[in-house]
């Protein structure tokens, strides 16, 4: 099983910045896909921003120019910077990861494919 671990959530002005950081670990072979979904309460699940392994990224039309997502493969980890806060940022925070296990010989080959989401961090902004 892969677990997602998220950090640096939290309370910021609107105006102000914050950084989510999220490490996924397990019996990884590869992570293909790994960025951040949002969801406020009444409303949809909505896909902020992923960064795929080979560096392209995609970004929410809300989000773009404010945000910035980074990957560091070695270590599994995804980032997201977000500058320029507004109260509409307001939500609850999930990272997700989508790759391969490693094979059951071991990490030389890719097993089964996996999808694992975070447990969410809150973002409030406000005065």
């Known amino acids: 099983q892969v677990q997602l671990v998220e950090s640096g959530g939290g309370l910021a002005q609107p105006g102000g910045s914050l950084r989510l950081s999220c490490a996924a670990a397990?019996?990884?072979?590869?992570?293909?896909?790994m960025g951040w979904y949002r969801q406020d309460p009444g409303k949809e699940r909505e896909l902020v921003a992923r960064r795929d392994s080979g560096g392209g990224s995609y970004y929410s039309s809300s989000v773009t120019g404010r945000f910035t997502v980074s990957r560091v493969n070695a270590d599994n980890t995804v980032y997201l910077q977000m500058n320029a806060l507004k109260p509409e940022d307001a939500a609850v925070y999930y990272c997700?990861?989508?790759?391969?296990?490693?094979?059951?010989?071991?990490?030389?080959?890719?097993?089964?494919?996996?999808?694992?989401w975070g447990q969410g961090t809150l973002v409030t902004v406000s005065e």
């Open positions: 397990g019996s990884i072979f590869t992570i293909n896909d």
């Open positions: 997700y990861a989508i790759g391969y296990y490693c094979s059951a010989s071991g990490c030389d080959r890719p097993g089964p494919q996996f999808e694992s």
